[in-house]
């Protein structure tokens, strides 16, 4: 097993058909101790127990500092420490440029790139203080390319600031010990898309995949176990696409 005896906050890993659940199972499954952070604090608590075990679910806002703060006080009450901060919260919105409103911009940055800070600035002075921990944070494809995929343009700039927050986080916190990595996902098939993915724009999408499929939870699942695990022991600053090829650069 890979992440035996390592406990483990996932925000974001509530939703059934997300990324961030089937991150929490492989975890379990590889060993660690799960602590599913979501804004919907029963379906972390209901997520939480269908891994059986010690694992626990809360309530938690990443966009929210306040609550990050309580919420990683809670964990760290229940488990004694975190080796690893899964940074997988995110929401996005099909708009284009001319149609975001003020509230749009400032609701896809707050959750998807505020949130990493927010969180992390409550669990870092933990990993800190043990002189170890594994963050991995969420961006996207979209980052790279521009969008054009499913999220707007305000998604896109978000995910592209996850990048260089993450990799600033890497400079300043690898001499504590302290790893910090992005993952880059293509299209994956979780109810993000919230029903708006129709079948022709599945289509198009699959011509400009080389691997001919959407991407699993599961998919991305792996990379994070590989991040969280000390199989990544001398990778930080890094960005891993998990794409099939649909950005090759
Ligand atoms: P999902 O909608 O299934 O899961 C997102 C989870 O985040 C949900 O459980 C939701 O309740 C939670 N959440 C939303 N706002 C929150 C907040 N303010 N605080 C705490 N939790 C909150 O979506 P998913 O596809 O599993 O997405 C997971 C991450 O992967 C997101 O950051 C998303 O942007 C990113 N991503 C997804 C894809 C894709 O194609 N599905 C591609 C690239 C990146």
């Not at 996932?10 to 975890?27: D, E, N, Q, V, Y």
């Not at 800190?128 to 980052?143: D, F, N, Y």
């Not at 699959?206 to 990778?235: H, K, M, Q, W």
Request: with cysteine; glycine share 14%.
């Amino acid at each position: 097993m890979l992440l035996t005896g390592k406990m483990a906050i996932i925000s974001g890993a509530a939703s059934p058909r997300g990324i961030g659940l089937a991150t929490a199972r492989r975890f379990a499954a590889e060993g660690a101790r799960v602590a599913i952070l979501d804004i919907d604090a029963g379906a972390a608590a209901d997520a939480a127990a269908s891994l059986g075990g010690s694992h626990i679910g809360l309530g938690c806002d990443v966009a929210d500092k306040s609550s990050c703060e309580q919420a990683v006080a809670r964990v760290i009450e229940s488990f004694g420490g975190i080796d690893v901060l899964i940074n997988n919260a995110g929401i996005t919105q099909p708009v284009k440029f001319l149609d975001i409103s003020p509230a749009d911009w400032d609701r896809i940055q707050d959750v998807n790139l505020k949130g990493i800070l927010f969180l992390s600035q409550a669990v870092i002075p933990h990993m800190r203080a043990r002189k170890s921990g594994s963050i991995a944070c969420m961006s996207s494809v979209s980052a790279q390319r521009g969008g054009g995929i499913f999220g707007g343009p305000h998604y896109s700039a978000a995910k592209a600031g996850v990048l260089g927050l993450a990799k600033a986080m890497a400079r300043e916190f690898g001499p504590d010990g302290i790893r910090v990595n992005c993952v880059t996902p293509g299209l994956i098939g979780t109810d993000i898309t919230a029903g708006k993915l129709s079948d022709e724009m599945r289509v198009k999408i699959l011509e400009g995949i080389p691997l001919n499929r959407l991407g699993t939870a599961e998919d991305v699942a792996g990379i994070y176990t590989f991040l969280a695990s000390d199989l990544s022991a001398y990778v930080t600053g890094a960005v891993i696409d998990v794409n099939g090829g649909m950005l090759i650069h």
